[in-house]
């Protein structure tokens, strides 16, 4: 989404890396190494009104970091490679780098997968099977094409229909925030698609549109999947936000992600990833429920880079954003320096949940 901090927080970025206050710092905050959070490659006409756009990174950029994140000494791991790194510290190891993809985008077999391999750099993928199967889509993309190619938006609601205007490029950005809410806020989980699917009817659009031929289906997970660099995590079902779900409903995601993965791919995945993983999203009582399913780690998106603390949070693992409002070395490298980790959260060094 677009965030009217931006420009502050690249200046802040370009100042600490060009001052060589962020390497400085990498001592004390970039701990042992970050794993990298990726949605798209490229996909930029995916996001028309340019909200989404901090999801899609262009597959030159990607191409270039890595290079330059090698040429600078760093190593690129795995999600075993990095409970390996929790569990036997070794002083001298190069500090480490490992990417993992969400959501399971058709782009990161088409683009990224050629890209992995040329550099020889092992990633992750989370799959949620619902947005495989179109049981789920990405409501956020659906809700911005929808905008994108309406005038006006009517919302029913208890008290009426609830009309929205969007005839100009402002009056779409406010609605779909608009929608935003109405969608994290006004609505539970399990309506959205309802919901979603009611609103695109009235307006003339199949609701599917945006996401039914950007995910990957299966035979091409299996595709990816084969590939000794790839590992898949699980992603829940249909990506709710498990801290607005009842306990029961919120452990059965998690638990039937794995399940359902297994009898997909023909192996459990070891690995998950929260939705939306942000602190309001992912709490202790998903952690717990990830450690008693028997997931080997769990990662959030909270901002930040992997300690020997973390050997006690492995269900609790932040994440760089790698967003696309943000391409740019310089950014990069400020990032899993550890640099802006304080600066995100409030002076905490060992970010968790």
């Not at 970091?65 to 001298?92: C, H, Q, W």
């Not at 683009?111 to 550099?119: I, V």
Request: proline residues 5%; neutral net charge; aromatic residues 8%.
């Amino acid at each position: 989404m677009i965030d009217g901090a931006d420009p502050m927080r690249k200046a802040m970025m370009t100042l600490g890396w060009a001052s060589g206050t962020a390497s400085w710092w990498e001592g004390a905050y970039g701990g042992l190494g970050a794993i990298l959070m990726l949605h798209r490659l490229g996909g930029g006409e995916a996001s028309p009104l340019g909200v989404n756009r901090h999801l899609s990174m262009e597959p030159d950029f990607l191409d270039r970091m890595i290079g330059d994140l090698k040429e600078a000494g760093y190593e690129f791991i795995s999600m075993d490679g990095v409970l390996d790194r929790l569990n036997t510290p070794r002083p001298g190891h190069r500090r480490f780098v490992c990417l993992t993809l969400d959501d399971g985008y058709r782009d990161n077999l088409e683009a990224g997968l050629p890209l992995f391999r040329k550099h020889q750099v092992p990633f992750a993928v989370y799959v949620a099977p619902g947005l495989v199967d179109g049981s789920a889509v990405l409501w956020w993309e659906v809700v911005e094409r929808l905008v994108s190619s309406c005038s006006r938006i009517t919302l029913p609601g208890r008290n009426g229909n609830h009309p929205i205007p969007c005839h100009s490029v402002a009056l779409k950005r406010k609605a779909y925030f608009a929608l935003l809410r109405h969608f994290t806020e006004e609505i539970g989980e399990e309506e959205q698609m309802g919901v979603l699917q009611e609103l695109c009817a009235t307006h003339g659009m199949e609701w599917s549109t945006a996401a039914a031929h950007d995910i990957m289906g299966w035979d091409e997970i299996r595709r990816i999947a084969a590939d000794p660099l790839c590992t898949i995590g699980a992603h829940s079902v249909n990506h709710y936000h498990l801290r607005r779900l009842a306990p029961d409903v919120a452990f059965d995601e998690m638990v039937r992600s794995a399940e359902i993965l297994q009898e997909k791919l023909g192996k459990r995945p070891e690995h998950l990833a929260y939705p939306y993983g942000y602190a309001d999203a992912a709490g202790l009582r998903e952690a717990g429920m990830a450690e008693k399913i028997g997931f080997a780690s769990a990662v959030t998106s909270r901002h930040g880079t992997i300690h020997p603390d973390h050997a006690q949070h492995r269900h609790a693992l932040p994440r760089i954003s790698l967003n696309g409002r943000y391409q740019r070395p310089r950014y990069v490298r400020a990032m899993i320096s550890g640099f802006t980790t304080p600066l995100a959260n409030g002076g905490q060094r060992v970010v968790t949940v």
